[in-house]
């Protein structure tokens, strides 16, 4: 799509850059994703630093598209890490991924294009995609969660995203549900992350069938995939491990939800599309452990932005930023 083709008022870039790859594309004033592309940020395990990747990848979507970027309105990005909002600046990484932590984003991004830019967590932007177009709008006390590799998600209070003070806010993988439980990579114990992600899943549902259960899963690889289809076929002992694994899920929902008292909770990654045997599930286990006060209009529900939730998200901070 070239400049010609569209009102650069109203069009805007979104980048979301993950651990593994960068999606960005353009994106119209509502939230319609007009064109995309994805690169690999991890091709050579970060020996090249995520932001040289990304900003050679920038210029390759541009021209290939023949977009100039003073059509365009400004830059939102997602980012992962703790994300130091005002400053625009990967502030933390917990150590998981070289070249990245101290990532001056928005200074690379403006000297660049000289477009306004702000930067924002991702799991955050994913859950103001959400909010924007998606499984939460018109809703204005939101907790989403996404459930994968880890565990994160964003607070949305009376119409906005809770970001504190300096943007590390919503760090919903990162508070205790077992106190002496399982060591976090953020050094603390028990954290929600450690039992609640698609990797604590994995790790427990492996450990089952090395220790006890000789041709486990069909002798298939351990995953999400793998795992639900063996609770869907009636596997007794599977669906245990993640029976207790929802319950953990729900302890930690329960705790959010006294706190921030939301009308909604929304799940979100690839689990998220378990209606019946996931969503449903953790619906009924929350709504059983809630206070009753806080469980009158509390609904949870799956996402519906998918992939596109962190761009779509970064592009709706921009707008409300520059409005």
Known sequence: MSQDNFDAKNIYWGIDIGGTAVKMGTVDENGTILLSYEASVAFDHYDTPILQTVLKESEKFLKDNKIDPMDLRGIGISATGQIDV???????????IRNWEGSDLKEAFTQKYRLPVTVVNDANCVAL?????????NAKDVIVL???????GGIIVNDQILLGRAGFGG?????SIHM???????????????????????????????????????DRPVNGRTIFEAVAG??????????????????????LVHIFNPELVIIGGGVSTQEELFIAKLREK????????????????????????????????????LS
């Not at 005002?86 to 998981?96: H, T």
């Not at 760090?171 to 508070?175: I, K, M, R, S, V």
């Not at 009636?234 to 705790?255: F, H, K, L, P, Y």
């Not at 519906?304 to 779509?312: F, P, V």
Request: net charge positive; with cysteine.
């Open 86 to 96: 005002p400053k625009g600046i990967v502030a933390g990484s917990g150590g998981n």
């Open 129 to 137: 995609g959400e909010k924007w177009i998606g499984s939460a709008k």
């Open 146 to 152: 996404t459930i994968g590799t880890g565990l994160g």
């Open 171 to 175: 760090e919903l993988g990162h508070f």
């Open 180 to 218: 002496q439980g399982e060591p976090c990579t953020c050094k603390n114990r028990g954290c929600f992350e450690q039992y609640a992600s698609m990797t604590a899943l994995v790790r427990s549902v492996g450990k089952y069938c090395e220790a006890a259960a000789p041709g486990c899963l069909k």
């Open 234 to 255: 009636g596997d007794a002992a599977i669906t245990r491990i993640v029976d207790t694994w929802i319950q953990d899920i729900s302890a930690g929902i329960v705790s």
């Open 286 to 321: 929350v709504l059983e452990a809630v206070m009753p006060n806080f469980k009158q209009g509390l609904t949870l529900r799956a996402a519906t932005l998918g992939n596109n939730a962190g761009m779509i998200g970064a592009v709706y901070y921009l707008i409300q930023a």
